[in-house]
C-alpha cells in the first residue's frame, strides 16, 4: 500500500521515481498550490482520504502524507474530493 500511495505522490507532482522518497520534505515537492491541490485530489480521489486542512498540520514529509493516508483511507465515502476547500 505505502508503494501504491508514494506512487500516486509521484505522478500527481511529475516527478522521476528516484526524485521522492517517504524522507522528502513536502515543501520540495509541490512547487505552488495548484500541486497541493492535485496531490489532495488524487488521495481523495484514489484513496477515498478526507482531506481537511485542520487535521493536516502534523504532515511535513512524504512519509507523514502516506501515513495519513493509510490512517484515513476509506473514510472520504460519499463525499466529492476537496468540497472542503
Known sequence: MRKKILEAIRDAVHVPADAITEETKVEDIVMDSMDTVEVFAVLSTEFQV???????????????????????QGKAKGKRPLTIF
Open 50 to 72: 478526507p482531506i481537511e486542512p485542520s487535521r493536516m498540520g502534523h504532515i511535513c514529509t512524504v512519509g507523514d502524507l502516506v501515513d495519513y493516508t493509510i490512517d484515513n
